[in-house]
């Protein structure tokens, strides 16, 4: 795919910034950027609109958001792709039409503070780079990179009360020690760092410094923190996540989310707070019809976050964005998790199974990784390695970099992944729903009185509702069709709401054994007429306004 930049590292605050402003100066009339907020750390989160011809906030729109979490930033580079593409392909036919008829709303970077702690130093995080729930440092084990090599690995100390032994088919691989185990050489295996109030004895793990999670921040399904660790101090605490729902609140053209994250390997749809048999079933079927389409783009499933991605279905996750966008504002979202290691390796995710794995189950997979390093990035494997303690003493550490192998692609594969994002979000882009004005009809009835007859049409795969549960939820607006222009209405209203129109997902049409059936289904378009007072020679404007679907607007002369 042509861009202008290359997508061969991971871009840090300053070059995301550059090459947006690059962008912004160099498609002037395609490209506008905005700061929706200035971060503790004073980045700006930057929100971005494409739009070719027309009112960007008169078209349907697609919105695209990454890098909820910190170290997340294969989404945030696929964002930056897609932004890429679009403009740098602007000239094309098929994006310029894709441009004239959508517009795309892409914040490609929601967390930059902590996105920035993540590439520029050892630090893992999951959202940001703030204090919380404890504002002094606790008591425990804290990760950080004691041998000063850039990466926080694991360490591993001899005891006789270890619960873990050396591989034997690979002495990289450490291995849970068995029950009946009593001689042999054991070990303790904890990440590598450093203790704060050590005892002498005991090693506990510290709580995570930087424990804000902004994927359950968001005003839907919000529990405390009791529940639902880093879910902050009440919905939208935090400065970032009011920014994207105060965004999307002032652009109710948006109809479908995409939000980036990593990784495994999966499309999520929700809800994910409720079984998908108790959500409403048309809306399900074009999940899964949608995300047939990003599986068949990128090659990963498309499942229900409740039904498949939920471990634990009693004390779920929740307070998430995607959640959010369709249980509190009916529109259709899907987290894409980006990245599968495992994929990689040869070993498949059951998305389906409840069980927990076996023991030599994991250890399949640990020596699958392995090997997938060895063979493809080297340079993460860090053998084990004597290290001199200064409160443990003796120990070794070593281990896989798990920033750049696990959580997201060596940056020889980034490319891959972004591309193949790209192409899918093009094509869920083009599911929204479009509003058009058709067979203009003008019939004289007697002299200075005329009929006008329209058709108000969807051509989208979506509906201008664009789901039951918006409609549940009485979110959706309907259609509102106006004339102006006229001396004098005589017949029909000037300004009439007309309701919705269903899309081509609405069709009731199946395959059976030998042959096709469409039955009756909700009406994909709609007849308006006036009986209007009018000369020839008359200008007369139609236009037709839905929230979801556009405003299309129709200009005809009286004949």
Excluded at 265 to 273: D, F, K, M
Excluded at 432 to 449: A, T
Excluded at 475 to 501: M, N, Q
């Amino acid at each position: 795919m042509k861009t202008t930049f290359n997508y061969d590292h991971y871009y840090i605050y300053e070059e995301l910034s550059s090459n947006l402003n690059y962008f912004k100066e160099h498609y002037p009339n395609l490209v506008q950027i905005e700061s929706i907020c200035t971060t503790f750390e004073h980045k700006e989160v930057w929100a971005v609109t494409i739009s070719g011809s027309g009112n960007a906030m008169e078209k349907p729109a697609f919105y695209i958001d990454a890098n909820t979490h910190a170290g997340e930033v294969t989404g945030s580079m696929a964002a930056m792709h897609t932004i890429d593409y679009l403009c740098t392909n602007s000239n094309q036919e098929d994006v310029k039409k894709l441009l004239d008829q959508f517009t795309f709303y892409v914040i490609p970077r929601i967390t930059p503070d902590g996105a920035e702690t993540y590439l520029t130093s050892y630090e893992k995080l999951r959202s940001v780079n703030r204090p919380y729930p404890y504002q002094k440092k606790q008591p425990g084990l804290h990760e950080c990179d004691l041998d000063g090599d850039g990466v926080m690995r694991m360490m591993r100390m001899k005891s006789k009360f270890g619960a873990w032994k050396i591989s034997k088919e690979n002495p990289l691989l450490m291995e849970k020690r068995l029950p009946d185990e009593r001689d042999g050489e054991f070990y303790n295996v904890y990440a590598e760092g450093l203790i704060e109030d050590y005892d002498g004895i005991n090693v506990p793990i510290a709580p995570n410094k930087w424990g804000l999670d902004f994927n359950r921040n968001y005003p839907f399904g919000w529990f405390s923190e009791v529940r639902q660790p880093g879910a902050g101090s009440y919905p939208l605490s935090n400065p970032e996540n009011k920014a994207v729902v105060d965004f999307v609140l002032a652009h109710p053209n948006i109809g479908a989310v995409a939000t980036h994250h990593t990784s495994g390997g999966v499309i999520l749809y929700p809800p994910g707070t409720k079984p998908e048999k108790k959500a409403f079933s048309a809306d399900m079927k074009r999940f899964r019809e949608i995300g047939a389409m990003a599986t068949e783009e990128m090659g990963y499933p498309t499942i229900n976050i409740f039904d498949h991605f939920m471990i634990d279905q009693e004390n779920y996750s929740s307070g998430a964005f995607d959640d959010w966008c369709y249980q509190n504002q009916g529109i259709p979202a899907y987290t894409l998790e980006l990245w599968n290691l495992m994929e990689r390796c040869g070993c498949k995710i059951d998305w389906d199974a409840r069980k927990e794995q076996t023991t030599e189950d994991k250890i399949h997979e640990l020596s699958c990784v392995l090997k997938w390093c060895v063979e493809n990035t080297p340079e993460s494997i860090k053998p084990w390695t004597n290290f001199e303690h200064p409160q443990l003493g003796q120990v070794e550490i070593g281990g896989i970099e798990f920033k750049f192998t696990n959580q997201n692609p060596p940056k020889q594969f980034l490319l891959q992944e972004v591309e193949k994002t790209t192409k899918f979000s093009l094509r869920y882009a083009k599911t929204l729903p479009l509003l058009e004005i058709e067979n203009i009809q003008v019939m004289k009835q007697v002299e200075g009185i005329y009929k006008v007859e329209v058709l108000i049409a969807n051509t989208g795969y979506l509906p201008t509702y664009l789901s039951d549960e918006a409609k549940a939820l009485k979110v959706a607006k309907e259609i509102e069709v106006s004339l102006d222009g006229v001396k004098a209405v005589i017949s029909g209203k000037k300004t009439e709401k007309v309701g919705h129109l269903e899309g081509f997902s609405g069709i009731n049409t199946d395959y059976s054994r030998n042959a096709i059936s469409t039955e009756n289904h909700a009406p994909l378009f709609k007849q308006i007429s006036w009986v209007i007072q009018a000369e020839e020679g008359d200008c007369i404007t139609i236009t037709a306004n839905s929230e979801k679907a556009g405003k299309v607007i129709k200009t005809i002369n009286i004949k």
